[in-house]
């Protein structure tokens, strides 16, 4: 059981961004439905003198907080908010496996540093179940384990971290750059490495928006656990990232049902060969999921044929959507030249059409969306970076033999 409890309901918008906030920052937490739990809701009642504001999240020294905003539960959760000073040699921001990749190499390098990220730290790979492509793991590591890893050597290297802090704009000013954050502070910096990630894309289809939270997700390894003991999940998206959250999920749904809208499953031959000869999974190619239906909560998944027109009617407990992703490129507007999808523009260098930005991971034009990629990206953009810096603003290197 965990120390945290969040007491709400699947349609109350507040309690999906709790949620969803605490599942980007690795802490755990036990839901109560409050109602479907008497027990919870009358616990509720009891702290709020007959009041029903919800979230209400009890934490373990008995204090609580009532529809908290996420600043407010990231200061109750100890995490830091505010930069330290008002000027960096290098301002990174994101903070999954590129940005904080590059931030070592940056440390280690002299470069003061600091890596600022709208959600947790770790990125996609923070909230992935298990992660077995990458080097020096043969027999896999949690996503969690080994963002928690990235984040400890950025310490030991004295990086500035801040989590849950939103880059709201990125500005040119001279020969640098300055950074307005939400939370009023304004910083600035010789160089910025973007490395905003990617988030999932959405289905775009009726019902959708109304019932994210509410059997609607889009991160098995945060809301998965959930559902122990389901009769039936539904997996939307037959590529790599919808297979292998599919396997996830049949440890606690008896039935894992899979749909993919092209003629043929696009995941790796290997992770096909496992969904295909598992027991618990039924797979339909070719198929269009028409509309979500619910009320406060998933009922119905219609969807239909695309080759013979017949139409499906399903009752899942929850649906998980992974049809691709889309760039975290919404605060940069203007600033920089972006591709028509949204991703940043580079040369060679990893050098935006802004000098003094650089871009790596999985925002970048042409990027492979692979978690050791973004790696080698970050390291290859503060090579660059560090280079810019010796020229424009003649910072030297530092020799730094640990």
Known sequence: M?????????????????????????VPYDWIDIDQ????LKLVEQLQQGGHTIPTILFPDGSYLLEPADDELARKLGLRLEASRPFYDLAVVGGGPAGLTAAIYAAREGIDTIV?????????????????????????????????????????YGVELLSAVQVESVAQEAADAVLRLSTGQELCAHAVLLATGSSYRRLGVPGEDDLIGAGVHFCATCDGPFYKGAEELLVIGGGNSGLEEGLFLSRFAKRIRIVEFMPELKASKLLQDKVLNHPQFTVHTNTQIVELQGKNRLQAVLARDRA??????????????????????????????????????????FQTSLPQLFCAGDVRQGSTKQLGAAVGEGVAALLSIREYLKQHHHIPEKNVNE
Do not use: M
């Open 2 to 26: 965990a120390d945290i409890k969040v007491y709400g309901a699947p349609w109350c918008p507040d309690c999906k961004r709790s949620k969803k906030f605490l599942a980007e920052h690795r």
């Open 37 to 40: 739990d008497p027990d919870g």
């Open 116 to 156: 600022i990220d709208k959600a947790g730290l770790g990125g996609q790979a923070g909230v992935t179940e298990r992660i077995d492509n990458y080097p020096g793991f043969p027999e896999g590591i949690g996503g969690a384990e080994l963002a928690e890893r990235f984040v400890a050597q950025c310490r030991r």
């Open 308 to 349: 013979t027109g017949e139409e499906y009617t399903w009752h899942p407990a929850g649906a998980f959507v992974f049809v691709g992703l889309q760039p975290n490129t919404t605060f940069i507007g203007n600033t920089v030249e972006l591709d028509q999808w949204g991703f940043v523009v580079t040369n060679t260098r």
